[in-house]
């Protein structure tokens, strides 16, 4: 057997790339069936088999909406911090430091400006992958430095959220944010600049009570989970059997709380023209 082991194994083993292990080339969707990363990013994220949307990362969400994948990132000097010196089962500075580790992210929020059809735009995103997208200091600050810029440059601003609410580890400095992003959101009115949020899979708790919920249009894609407490906590304070399709995005459309539900490979088609309508 030492001829398998001392020629075999090191031949196999240049052949392999590590970077292109098994579980860097294949994700699971919803639905059970494996998918193949690269059929999955040619297909923007979306399943082939259910055309369920999965997550995608602030870097692909640029991508898939600026003209030639060409934008400016906005720096965001912010210190990320602890303001309550918060603990439960690990110190939230340690959650901080785990989740930037992971993502090789600062936080959640991200800004960039570039042009969609021609038209210059700025682009705020809440990346899920990050501690579920939650708002905490980092993340409001964030949101109202978008809206600074895209009243400086006087732009539209297209906010895509995808988040589990605000983050508990900051309780009441959390919670300041909605009322701030609120705030941020009325300079824009102010000044008639066009505001559009983007609801992704999921847009809950403080974000959709905030922010999420107040642009000039509404856009959310297909089938993405949409409200504030989540549907078995409603079930079991009002004790009643909610819909199947309660709090999906087209749900959400058949009552009136959003304006427009869109598939991915039709996003930036629809947005560039709901941009040009609200810039006449």
């Known amino acids: 057997m030492n001829w398998i082991k001392n020629f075999v194994k090191p031949k196999i083993t240049k052949l392999v790339n590590k970077k292109d292990s098994p579980s ?20 923007f994220y979306v399943c082939g088999h259910c055309d369920h949307h999965l997550n995608m990362n602030f870097k692909k969400r640029f991508n898939l909406l600026f003209d030639n994948q060409s934008y400016e990132m906005i720096d965001i000097s912010i210190e990320n911090n602890d303001p309550l010196k918060f603990k439960d089962l690990k110190k939230y500075t340690d959650r901080l430091k785990e989740s930037e580790k992971k993502t090789n992210q600062n936080d959640a929020a991200f800004v960039a400006v570039g042009k969609i059809d021609k038209i210059t735009t700025c682009v705020f995103i809440l990346d899920f992958a990050f501690m579920g997208g939650s708002m905490g200091q980092y993340v409001g600050e964030t949101f109202k430095i978008a ?4 009243t400086e440059l006087k732009c539209p601003l297209v906010a895509t959220t995808s988040s589990g609410g605000a983050r508990m580890q900051e309780g009441l400095v959390s919670l300041m944010q909605l009322p701030k992003t609120v705030a941020a959101i009325n300079l824009l009115n102010e000044k008639k600049i066009p505001y559009i949020t983007l ?24 089938g993405s989970m949409i409200g504030f407490a989540g549907k078995r906590v409603i079930e079991e304070t009002i004790k009643e059997k909610l819909p199947e399709n309660f709090q999906t995005a087209e749900y959400l459309l058949e009552h009136g709380m959003i304006d427009i539900v869109v598939h991915r490979k039709e996003l930036k088609e629809k947005i560039s023209k709901v941009i040009s309508h609200l810039k006449k």
Not at 24 to 43: S, V
Not at 205 to 212: D, E, I, K, Q, R
């Open 24 to 43: 860097n080339l294949w994700t699971k969707c919803n639905c059970g069936q494996l998918l193949y990363i690269n059929d999955l990013e040619n297909n």
């Open 147 to 150: 809206c600074s810029k895209a």
């Open 199 to 222: 609801l992704t899979n999921p847009t809950t708790g403080g974000v959709s009570a905030s922010f999420a919920m107040l642009g000039d249009i509404i856009i959310a894609e297909k």
